[in-house]
């Protein structure tokens, strides 16, 4: 998994800086699309080409004509609004070499939203007690440890670097495997040995120092968990987060076990189908890319952010929702803007499937957005535009979205 969200931001909102994306539509025709029902029907039926945006008479296509323009054979979306799921369901095909259709818990491999999900599951831990963010993350490790040298002699690593992606480990992604292929454990993911496909994981600068992304770092946390629980991470994840919330359809198990169900496949650029035989890919780094969920799962999970005090206290979600210092991140999820703009976001680009999630916690909405294909990324960008302009979100796409500029040392 190769997660180029914010690289892929950045550029869009340079490309399109010109285009005025906040511009709701027309007076009566949001007039018109008074209640629930019809905004609905005006979003999947009002989605403008990016290209197009410039245009305010430009034509508009349904979800699914989007779908083809980007051979992007199924997606799944879920709408909160005003704390409340108003619209979860399913558009398109499993796979293009079958009929089944894409429904509101077909799963997804969700690429980085997983660290989200991570990060909860970790605050979760840090609210019952059993961990806390600032202490030494050696003191929890038992199976692997963070080596010594030159950049842990001041500072130690902890969740909170961990959490933030300041914690100087490297490995920004990781190569997806194909059906057949072996899979890493934790430990040979950190120290790069085969099966896993990269160099090992290791310390770039101190910690706290400035923020580098890392699926590395995130599978350090990963291992925390599983050390100190003694469990297998998805155990975990289901007893603290899965179950609690009623996410019935998520997992963390990779391979993902076909009687699992009600599985989008894995598509390509052009809509053919890969991972063959099987259909879809495996994410061993399981907190850093390896979540397999449904809009309707990810809806309860956002929409529990937003406003479940039970689920996460109002420390903890201060915690997920404030700013590490020189970051872009909370604990977990990419910030933007404050108070009544406040806006939380992840982006995951596994090789063929890419998704979205995002809430505005002052107003109660969000989004979640799950493709099927490799060029799912633009058009979740022109999905995400129109459900703004249906349901009148003050927060526009993207350009609150934009990553912020820190001084911090080269």
Known sequence: ??????????????????????????????????????????????????????????????????????????????????????????????????????????????????????AALILRLVQEGILNLDQDVNSYLKSWKVPDGEYTRSKKVTLRHLLSHTSGFSQHGFPDFKPGEKLPTSIQTLNGIGPAKHRAVKLMFEPGQKMDYSGGGITVAQLVVEDVMGQHYNEVAKKYLFEPLGMKRSTFVNPLPETHGNIARSHNKKGKARALPRGYESMPEMAASGLWTSAEDMALFVQAVLINETFLSPEMRGEMLSRAPLSWHGMGPRLNGAEETLVFHHGGANDNYKSWIEGHPAHGNGIVILTNGEAGRELGYEIRIAAGEAFGWSISFPEDFSTPKFDTPK
Not at 54 to 68: T, Y
Request: contains cysteine.
């Open 1 to 118: 998994m190769m997660n180029i969200i914010g690289n892929s931001l950045k550029s869009l909102i340079c490309a399109l800086a010109a285009l005025s994306f906040s511009a709701p539509l027309q007076a009566d025709s949001l007039k018109s699309a008074a209640t629930p029902d019809a905004r609905i029907t005006m979003f999947e039926q009002s989605v403008r080409s990016l290209k197009d945006r410039k245009d305010p008479n430009a034509q508009r296509w349904s979800i699914e004509d989007r779908m083809k323009a980007y051979n992007v054979p199924g997606t799944s979306i879920a709408i909160i609004q005003n704390g409340k799921i108003i619209h979860a369901k399913g558009y398109g095909l499993q796979s293009n070499n079958a009929s089944t259709p894409v429904d509101r818990q077909t799963v997804f491999s969700a690429g980085s939203v997983s660290k989200v999900v991570n």
